[in-house]
C-alpha cells in the first residue's frame, strides 16, 4: 500500500461536543427555535428535518487523504417545500481555527452536493452557525468569509455565532431554546456530564 495514499482519522472531540451530537440527534426538533434564534428565521415546529453525512475526506499538500466531520449537519424542509441545508459547529472555547474549519466544511459539503453541467458546476453553500459554550467579551458574534475568484469576483458571508453567555435561564425558556439547557448547566452547575443529560433528555420531543 502506497504510505502517501493512506487515510488518516482525526477523532475530533470533547464531551461539549458529544453531548452536541447527542443533543442533536436524540432532539432534533429542539433545533428549530435554535435555528430561528441563530438566523432569524421563522420555523414553526413541525417541519422536517433530515440528517445528511458529516463526515467527509479531505485532501492536503501531501497527497493524504484526512476524514473531518463537522459536529452537524442536516436539511429542514418548510411546509412551503423550501429547502435548507446547515453545518452547525459546537465549540467549547473561542479560537483561531473555527473560521478555517467552518470554510472547509461548507466548500467540501457544497461540492459534494453540486450541481454540475457539462461545462458548469454550481454549488451552494450551506447555513452555517457557531453554537460557542464559553466566550468571552471579545469573542465575535459573527465570522466573516470572503472568497476571491479570478477577475477579483468576491464571495462573503457571515457565519453567525450563538453565545451561552447571552442567555439567562429565564430567556432560555421564553425562547423555547430548550436545546441550550444542558450547555447552561455546563456553565453553571458541577455536575457530571451524564447527570446533565439524564436530567435533560427526558424533556427532548423527538
Same mark, same amino acid.
Given at each position: 500500500?502506497? =504510505?502517501?495514499?493512506?487515510?488518516?482519522?482525526?477523532?475530533?472531540?470533547?464531551?461539549?461536543?458529544?453531548?452536541?451530537?447527542?443533543?442533536?440527534?436524540?432532539?432534533? +426538533?429542539?433545533?428549530?427555535?435554535?435555528?430561528?434564534?441563530?438566523?432569524?428565521?421563522?420555523?414553526?415546529?413541525?417541519?422536517?428535518?433530515?440528517?445528511? /453525512?458529516? =463526515?467527509? #475526506?479531505?485532501?492536503?499538500?501531501?497527497?493524504?487523504? =484526512?476524514?473531518?466531520?463537522?459536529?452537524?449537519?442536516?436539511?429542514?424542509?418548510?411546509?412551503?417545500? #423550501?429547502?435548507?441545508?446547515?453545518?452547525? =459547529?459546537?465549540?467549547?472555547?473561542?479560537?483561531?481555527?473555527?473560521?478555517?474549519?467552518?470554510?472547509?466544511?461548507?466548500?467540501?459539503?457544497?461540492?459534494?452536493?453540486?450541481?454540475?453541467?457539462?461545462?458548469?458546476?454550481?454549488?451552494?453553500?450551506?447555513?452555517?452557525?457557531?453554537?460557542?459554550?464559553?466566550?468571552?467579551?471579545?469573542? /465575535?458574534?459573527?465570522?466573516?468569509?470572503?472568497?476571491?475568484?479570478?477577475?477579483?469576483?468576491?464571495?462573503?458571508?457571515?457565519?453567525?455565532?450563538?453565545?451561552? +453567555?447571552?442567555?439567562?435561564?429565564?430567556?432560555?425558556?421564553?425562547?423555547?431554546?430548550?436545546?441550550?439547557?444542558?450547555?447552561?448547566?455546563?456553565?453553571? #452547575?458541577?455536575?457530571?456530564?451524564?447527570?446533565?443529560?439524564?436530567?435533560?433528555?427526558?424533556?427532548?420531543?423527538?
Amino acid at each position: 500500500m502506497d =504510505e502517501n495514499k493512506k487515510t488518516t482519522e482525526t477523532n475530533s472531540g470533547t464531551p461539549f461536543d458529544d453531548v452536541f451530537r447527542t443533543m442533536v440527534n436524540d432532539c432534533k +426538533r429542539l433545533l428549530l427555535p435554535v435555528l430561528n434564534e441563530m438566523f432569524h428565521y421563522s420555523y414553526e415546529g413541525d417541519e422536517e428535518i433530515e440528517f445528511l /453525512p458529516t =463526515e467527509r #475526506y479531505l485532501h492536503n499538500l501531501d497527497d493524504k487523504s =484526512e476524514r473531518r466531520g463537522s459536529d452537524s449537519a442536516f436539511k429542514v424542509t418548510g411546509k412551503d417545500g #423550501y429547502e435548507r441545508n446547515y453545518i452547525i =459547529e459546537c465549540q467549547s472555547k473561542p479560537d483561531n481555527s473555527m473560521a478555517v474549519r467552518i470554510l472547509e466544511y461548507g466548500i467540501k459539503f457544497a461540492i459534494d452536493n453540486a450541481d454540475k453541467e457539462k461545462n458548469k458546476i454550481s454549488i451552494h453553500i450551506p447555513n452555517t452557525g457557531v453554537f460557542q459554550l464559553r466566550s468571552t467579551k471579545n469573542t /465575535p458574534d459573527n465570522i466573516q468569509v470572503e472568497i476571491v475568484a479570478p477577475q477579483n469576483n468576491k464571495l462573503s458571508y457571515s457565519v453567525p455565532v450563538l453565545k451561552m +453567555r447571552n442567555y439567562s435561564l429565564e430567556e432560555i425558556f421564553t425562547k423555547n431554546l430548550s436545546f441550550m439547557l444542558p450547555f447552561y448547566m455546563f456553565n453553571n #452547575y458541577s455536575t457530571t456530564i451524564e447527570q446533565k443529560m439524564i436530567r435533560i433528555l427526558p424533556y427532548c420531543h423527538i
